[in-house]
């Protein structure tokens, strides 16, 4: 999966010379949490989130006046507190680079660029919506995490089993268990009961963590 599959095309930008108020309620008007910054040429020249815009707004224990409050804020512009030096990806970028550079950064969007022009931003919504298809969160189905070898053709061993008992796989996904010193696989199955499931699958395994059936 790339992130072209999953960006948001024709993001809602905003230019450097626009006030915090006016960049607030954008976001709010839109629905976002952040905002590319175009320079005039449309180059792509920093990126401002609603966090930036919120720690550059007067503390509400201020001693200034609500009037005075919103007189500074209209005068502050976007690009005295926008983050200048923006991380990007491109469209051919795999979705989990993305989520890769989010985590390591601690940022929670990226503008998709393409020659140098924004064609698109990728959010951390975008990976929960992606990560909800992967898990095969929103089909029914029984759903088990079982404890693997780490033996060539284990995976094998277990789609095999499942599909010898009738069952259809729709989702499929390995990981380390909480100790991170173990494998796990965890599978939601269709069209096969969750008893005739279980014991099909446990000769392949080395034990079965947890199942449940949505």
Do not use: C
Request: hydrophobic content about 45%.
């Amino acid at each position: 999966m790339l992130v072209r599959e999953r960006m948001s095309q024709e993001p809602v930008t905003i230019t450097p010379d626009v006030s915090v108020t006016d960049a607030l309620r954008l976001m709010r008007e839109r629905k976002v949490r952040r905002l590319p910054v175009l320079d005039s040429r449309g180059k792509l020249v920093g990126i401002v989130s609603a966090q930036d815009l919120l720690y550059a707004s007067p503390s509400p224990v201020s001693s200034l006046s609500v009037w005075e409050m919103n007189y500074l804020l209209a005068k502050l512009k976007v690009e005295e507190v926008m983050t200048r030096k923006v991380i990007t990806v491109t469209e051919d970028t795999p979705l989990e680079e993305a989520a890769r550079i989010m985590a390591d950064n601690k940022i929670g969007g990226l503008p998709v660029t393409h020659d140098d022009k924004l064609v698109g931003i990728v959010t951390e919504t975008d990976l929960f919506k992606a990560f909800l298809e992967l898990l095969g969160a929103r089909q029914s189905g029984v759903r088990v995490t079982a404890l693997i070898s780490e033996a060539k053709g284990t995976l094998a061993k277990i789609t095999n089993a499942i599909f010898g008992a009738g069952g259809n796989i729709i989702a499929f996904s390995e990981s380390l268990d909480a100790s991170r010193t173990r494998w796990q696989v965890t599978f939601k199955v269709q069209d096969v009961p969750r008893n005739q499931l279980v014991e099909a699958i446990r000769p392949v395994v080395e034990d079965i963590v947890d199942v449940r059936e949505y």
